[in-house]
């Protein structure tokens, strides 16, 4: 990735470069995880599955996925 054209975010607590311009439907497609499988909170704040196509990623965001794992 260029550097001009990478953003630095936090995920799941690690350092991880991003393009800039980043959605969360496109982190999930390079993390090969299927978006009705997580949640995913950003700075904070829980983020609803509509609007993963619609929340660019900025430098500096921490982002938290969180896999749901069935049993019973």
């Known amino acids: 990735m260029n550097n001009l054209n990478v953003a630095k975010i936090q995920l799941n607590g690690d350092p ?5 311009g ?7 497609n390079l993390l090969k995880i299927q978006k009705n499988k997580v949640a995913i909170e950003v700075n904070g704040t829980i983020v609803e599955r509509n609007r993963y196509p619609e929340l660019i990623l900025n430098k500096n965001d921490k982002v938290e996925i969180v896999h749901f794992i069935g049993g019973g």
Do not use: A, R
Request: aromatic content about 8%; glycine content about 0%.
């Open 16 to 20: 991880y470069e991003i393009d800039n």
């Open 22 to 28: 980043t959605n969360l439907i496109e982190l999930l």
